[in-house]
């Protein structure tokens, strides 16, 4: 959709999460999850906001069922920072952006 | 400085959303304070953003999905010109003319918004047991969102826990993905519609777990069952469930109205008979905030196209 976050397959996941030079948060989502529609626009926006901080990216868990089983995710919308590749802060459910702004101070 | 409005909808369901529709074509230019994103029902859109197939919706003769319909009720809002706002209400003062209304720091001296009208249709939300641990277990086995959830569960044991059209209607979505559903309901009958009753019954993956409450949650990062107690004989026993989703029913969202609006004892907000009109003239409730009876989407859209029209009325009558 954007420029500012990137889309990952379960092809492609470990390659980016392990090269990013700088944190990234793979936001754990599925077409059929309301809550997923209503965070993704506020997610855009970090990205093109915070986009020297922080990577964002998104990972379809219909077609990366393995990789969300990888890292025990069992409730959708979660968003997992990855900092050098290690999994480092976890947000499980839909939040405003102040709250998720809020989630991710020490990152940004 | 607080900005003025004609017409402030604070809350964004069908009600909300049918009453912005209504008051903007009257050309009353409303402005609907949404709400924010959560994964409860109490968000934007509404219960209906946590569900899947709508089937009873008239119009849709093959069914919609819930938040495919309410992202057409917001569209068709905003087309005649009603403004979103994605935030939520922290404050209410309806006993000032024009109405006060806060959001963000609920502290600050100047209301965010003036209003010459109110309409209140911020809906109900989810009860959940109250149980030791339960936050932190959220999602860790713990669901609010069966439709959010149910995937990670595949061939799992799970349980549902209530006995209303809600609770089946998980159990049914949740038997597409577990191995096993238990429904635990406190009595030996359910409260379900009969068509849901007799798809429940029907249906091989679903198992029954009457006159049972559940008293403890076991595990302590993720969910690894639960405790149960039979209501009668007091005995208790262990259910083991990767996952449970709770359908018990829900509590009007009423708590920045209490002490200024007229509540049922149960804290849903009084409505005039026939109407939408509240204790206070000119604060109108529709939708579910107003509705324990009922509670469809349908009655929702209805009763938020009632509170739009007599708005309107009473602006009419107090003009100038």
Known sequence: ????????????????????DKPILVDFWAEWCGPCKMIAPILEEIASEQGEHIQIAKLNVDEAGDIARRFEVMSIPTLIVFDEGVPTKRIVGAKSKDALLEDLSEFI | ????????????????????????????????????????????????????????YPGFPTGIMGPELMANFRSQAERFGAELLTKKVTRVNLHASPFEIWVGDPASIDPTFTADSVIVSTGAKALMLNLPNEIELVGHGISTCATCDGFFFKDQEIAVVGGGDSAVEEAMFLSRFAS??????????????????????????????????????????????????????????????????IAIGHTPNTSIFEDQLSLHENGYIKTEHDSSRTNINGVFACGDVQDFTYRQAITAAGSGCMAAIDAERWLEEHAG
């Open chain 1, 1 to 20: 959709m954007s420029d500012s976050t990137t889309t990952l397959t379960a092809g492609t996941f470990d390659e980016v999460v392990n090269a990013s």
């Open chain 2, 1 to 56: 400085m607080s900005e003025h409005k004609e017409v402030v909808i604070i809350g964004s369901g069908p009600a909300g959303l049918t009453a912005a529709i209504y008051t903007a074509r009257a050309n009353l230019k409303p402005l609907v304070i949404e709400g924010e994103p959560s994964s409860t029902s109490d968000q934007p859109g509404g219960q209906l953003m946590l569900t899947t197939d709508v089937e009873n």
């Open chain 2, 180 to 245: 096993k559903v238990t429904i635990i309901h406190r009595r030996d009958q359910l409260r379900a519609s009969k068509i849901m009753q007799d798809r429940a019954f029907a249906n091989p993956k679903i198992e029954f777990l009457w006159n049972h409450e559940v008293t403890e949650y076991i595990g302590d990062t993720k969910l690894e069952g639960v405790k149960v107690q039979n209501v009668t004989h007091k005995t208790e026993s262990t259910l083991s469930v990767t996952g449970l989703f």
